[in-house]
């Protein structure tokens, strides 16, 4: 196990390192900077200079990087342009809150959508089979940002359920913090759920026509017990791999629903970073995004073998 | 085939919804605090607290409320004293003379004497200090400050060394933090901002970064006895708090000050006023403003250099359709660089460029123009400059004029508006509230500063003047004049005026617009019942 650890470990390095000059170059390559955003239609040449200088974007770029890597080495992943902090502990902070997010919209998202994929395998070209599909495929295409509004506008603002705007952190009071994440956790649920379903109905399709499963019927067990004794635990597999990829992606990637619903997560974090050319605070985040990504998956794959015993004996 | 045992019915997925919906709302009825707090919306955070580091609009707004200067703007862009009783200028026009009111309180208790209004002008103009408007007082403008006194503790003194008409309202500007004077203590002894202690009626209270900023009521706040006006007059604060909640998503605002989540949008998109008027509790109010939007001509090549082609263009669009689209009837049209709201806007600043398509198709025959692409570079951020460039695009190809439209995201727009590289672009600009101030944002030399599209040296002759001289009625000749030629040499085509629009809930009592187009959040006041 540890060996497995150290190995994925020790090959995710280069990945983050890659991530880390492509990131540093890239948004460097963007046109516009820190200085010219902040003075806008007010930008004398001699204002420029100055805030250029102050913010250090008058140096070369690759003295920049080297200084930055230098310092980054000893976890000092520079300051906020914007607004002066250390760039590090605020994109942790923001990483904190989109966890507060996702880990409940993933695990809700598979509750949901596992047992119905697998009644949708099992009702297979039935209404309830063609029902199910089509309400996830509809549930996929919706975009986030628009169902967003519509939960909003629905349970916000019409059914008066929960607060619209603002951020109360589940640590300072968990009642009123369930409250604001309540509606992100359920756009973000309802999504997933649409991809993870067809994923379970997939794979379940898969173990409802193998061998193990015909004999588990001829020998009379329930239809209740194949399903969730032979073809559930087979089944999950490459659902739980799914998992492990939307949860990734969902810590770096739902910046629209941390928008909408006015929470400070690192996707609102990259975003409004990159709009106000922000570089250390989008070198942090991405730098925190990629090397969650790679533990995230890594912890994925660690607990594969509970689902898929041969995997364990490889 | 028998029923799964563990399939989930309609029935119970419907109880359980309507259990959970049952349950949150019990539990977000939280009880009411007996403070009274203002909630309102900025899109964006502050950057810092500090008037002596460079920011950005939010951050002026906010400081606006804890900082107060010697001077300030009233409604109709006039200078007022605010923290000054009263103030003199001498014959030369080369000293200004403040006496200061009697008993005015800093946030720490203690009161303002002119040791302090020196001490602050000191830190803005010292060599550490990042503030912007740092080189308007010490050289790169008409005149500079040459030294500061205090000839007694309610007396302070400034000495130019060149005349300068705009010296007040340079110092009154929004950009410039009002001048605002603070304490010696909100500085560290290591020279290091610590907090702004000032004299305004708010101080600043919780900030949580990319969440919200408290501005907390002085209770002891020494006001005007004249009413509120502008940045001036009586600022007494009505609420114990307000709360200003970063949310950057306008939809979103909207939504949540439909609930009641929100008391105050103070600037809504005249696009977005449509979705919110008629609302139940909530009133949508607008008025023009000082900020200009237009048409400049960039430094990439384009039939534009001859001056044939730009005036077939001015001459080729409908600017009341534009302006009624863009600012949905809020602010007329306007193609002067003296804002429709100004004093100085007469007869004179108020012609405009004659619709005349078949004199616009004359001229571009005689130009030898025959319809080549031209590209019009436009934001994504500023509805109305979307909007207009989709109608400059259709009004110009009336008389053939072939454009193209090319929508950039806002720091990639700002980057290319600074370096002149594009042929044409629609931009706005903030309220200057000065004719001046405005004329000078869009008038230069081209080859230092590529922004400004307006190279005539005659003309640059004129708006200098035009900041020396105090004479009211000779200004207004200075800025009829640089009208006129704005006219004939077409080297911006301004639309309209920018209108400030604004949503407040009907508990709230007080809350208007001003020219400055900046919210105010004194003399508002919220009733306790929703």
């Given amino acids: 196990m540890l060996g497995f650890v150290m190995k994925r470990l020790s090959l995710a390095i280069p990945t983050v390192m890659i991530v880390v000059v492509v990131v540093f170059f890239l948004v460097r390559m963007f046109p516009g900077d820190p200085a010219q955003l902040l003075l806008k239609d007010q930008a004398t040449p001699e204002a420029l200079a100055r805030l250029r200088h102050e913010m250090g974007l008058d140096q070369n770029v690759l003295v920049q990087f080297l200084s930055w890597l230098r310092h980054a080495a000893s976890g000092d992943l520079g300051t906020s342009i914007v607004v002066g902090k250390p760039a590090l502990p605020m994109a942790l902070q923001a990483y904190g809150i989109s966890l507060t ?214 | 085939m028998k029923k799964a045992y563990f399939a989930p019915t ?84 080369l000293d200004y003379t403040f006496h200061l009111r009697n008993g005015v309180k800093f946030h720490n208790g203690a009161t303002l004497t002119a040791d302090d209004v020196v001490f602050a002008w000191h830190e803005y103009l010292g060599d550490t200090s990042g503030w912007r408007c740092k080189p308007d007082f010490t050289g790169k403008g008409p005149s500079k400050i040459v030294s500061i006194d205090s000839p007694d503790a309610r007396t302070v003194v400034f000495h130019l060394d060149k ?182 806007h007469d007869d004179v600043t108020a012609t405009m460029h004659k619709t005349d398509l078949e004199a616009a198709k004359k001229l571009l025959a005689e130009a030898g123009y025959k319809g080549e692409p031209i590209t019009l570079t436009t934001n994504n951020r500023d509805p109305f400059a979307l909007q207009s460039s989709v109608m400059i695009q259709a009004m110009a190809k009336q008389v053939g004029i072939n454009i193209q439209i090319e929508t950039l995201e806002f720091g990639a727009y700002i980057s290319r508006y600074l370096e002149g590289d594009y042929q044409i672009a629609v931009m706005g600009y903030g309220a200057r509230l000065d004719p001046a101030l405005t004329m000078d944002s869009i008038a230069g030399d081209r080859t230092v500063e590529k922004r400004k599209p307006w190279n005539d040296p005659a003309a640059l002759d004129l708006l200098y003047k035009s900041m020396q001289v105090s004479d009211t009625a000779e200004r207004q000749k200075l800025f009829d004049e640089l009208h006129r030629m704005f006219l004939d040499k077409v080297p911006m085509i301004i639309l309209f005026n920018t209108a400030t629009a604004y949503a407040v809930r009907d508990d709230v009592e007080g809350y208007t617009a001003w020219a400055g187009a900046t919210p105010r959040f004194w003399g508002v006041s919220k009733s306790a019942a929703k």
């Fill in chain 1, 101 to 314: 997010i996702a880990i409940p919209s993933v695990i809700l998202a598979t509750l949901i959508a596992v047992p119905t994929g697998l009644i949708a395998a099992w009702k297979q070209n039935s209404l309830t089979d063609t029902a199910l599909v089509g309400v996830a495929t509809l549930l996929l295409s919706v975009p986030t940002f628009w169902s967003g509004l519509l939960i909003l506008l629905l349970l916000g603002v019409t059914l008066n359920w929960f607060p619209v705007v603002g951020y109360v952190g589940l640590g300072e009071d968990p009642v009123r913090g369930a409250l604001y994440l309540a509606m992100p956790i359920l756009t973000l649920s309802l999504h997933e759920v649409g991809s993870l379903i067809r994923m379970a109905r997939a794979s379940s399709l898969e173990v409802l026509r193998l061998d193990y499963v015909t004999h588990a019927r001829a020998k009379g067990a329930s239809e209740g017990r194949v399903l969730a004794g032979h073809v559930l635990r087979n089944a999950f597999g490459p659902t739980w791999t799914l998992v492990g990829l939307i949860m990734g992606n969902l810590v770096g990637g739902i910046a629209i629903v941390e928008t909408v619903f006015t929470i400070p997560g690192i996707g609102r974090l990259i975003v409004e970073s990159i709009y106000q050319r922000d570089y250390p605070v989008v070198q942090a985040c991405l730098l925190v995004v990629a090397v969650s990504y790679v533990l995230i998956n890594m912890i994925v794959d660690l607990f594969y073998p509970l689902f898929d015993p041969r995997v364990a004996r490889q």
């Fill in chain 2, 10 to 93: 309609a029935k119970s997925w419907c109880r359980t919804l309507a259990g959970t919906g049952v349950v949150l709302a019990c539990l977000a009825a939280v009880p009411a605090s007996a403070e009274t707090v203002l909630t309102s919306v900025n899109i964006s955070d502050i950057r810092t607290t500090s008037p002596l580091e460079d920011s950005d609009g939010p951050t002026f707004e906010a400081i606006s409320h804890v900082l107060e200067g010697l001077v300030a703007y009233d409604d109709g862009a006039s200078i007022v004293p605010m923290l000054a009783q009263t103030y003199d200028v001498s014959q030369d026009g």
């Fill in chain 2, 163 to 344: 005349p300068w008409a705009l010296f007040l309202s340079t110092m009154a500007r929004l950009d410039c933090l009002q001048s605002g004077i603070f304490h010696r203590d909100s500085i560290g002894p290591d020279g290091k901002w610590v907090k702004a202690i000032g004299t305004g009626p708010f101080t600043f209270g919780d900030w949580k970064h990319g969440e919200y900023l408290d501005l907390v009521a002085f209770k002891d706040y020494s006001a005007r006895e004249e009413p509120k006006t502008g940045l001036g007059g009586n600022k007494t604060p009505l609420v114990d708090k307000v709360r200003l909640l970063t949310i950057p998503d306008t939809a979103t605002a909207r939504a949540a000050l439909i609930k009641g989540d929100l008391d105050i949008i103070p600037t809504l998109q005249p696009a977005d006023m449509k979705e919110l008027q008629g609302k139940e509790h909530v009133t949508v109010k607008g008025a023009p403003g000082y900020g200009i939007a237009g048409v400049l001509f960039g430094l990439r090549p384009s039939p534009f250099t001859d001056l044939r082609v730009r005036q077939a263009l001015a001459q080729s669009l409908d600017y009341k359709a534009i302006a009624q689209v863009a600012m949905q009837g809020l602010a007329p049209a306007n193609n002067s660089p003296v804002p429709t709201t100004s004093p100085f």
